[in-house]
């Protein structure tokens, strides 16, 4: 099985920036289109940017659009996120995954903390 580790998170200060990596131990091809959920406390893990196979379509969040940007190399088997202007209500652990039915197990996701 392929397994997931992402990393990058931190605490940074609002309107500043972070870049989210997410390392696949196999093909990332695998899955297809992939993306990045996150998780806010005492909230259900949502959906933030999805990415297909190619990286020729990405589509975003509404709480994320023009802010955040995904990317992929599938060479690496890696995913990426860059995260600007950040927010508050952006806190929260980040997650990568398949966008669809073809997941593998969830890794430990990387926490980000957004405060002043």
């Known amino acids: 099985q392929v397994q997931l580790v992402e990393s990058g998170g931190g605490l940074v200060q609002p309107g500043g920036s972070l870049r989210l990596s997410c390392a696949a131990s196999?093909?990332?091809?695998?899955?297809?289109?992939m993306a990045w959920y996150r998780q806010a406390p005492g909230n259900q893990r949502e959906l933030v940017a999805t990415?297909?196979?190619?990286?020729?379509?990405?589509n975003y969040a509404d709480s994320v659009k023009d802010r955040f940007i995904i990317s992929r190399d599938n060479a690496k088997n890696a995913l990426y996120l860059q995260m600007n202007s950040l927010k508050p209500e952006d806190t929260g652990v980040y997650y990568c995954?398949?966008?669809?039915?073809?997941?593998?197990?969830w890794g430990q996701g990387t926490q980000v903390t957004v405060s002043s």
């Open positions: 995954n398949g966008a669809g039915v073809r997941q593998a197990p």
């Open positions: 990415i297909s196979s190619f990286g020729a379509t990405t």
């Open positions: 196999g093909s990332i091809l695998r899955f297809g289109t």
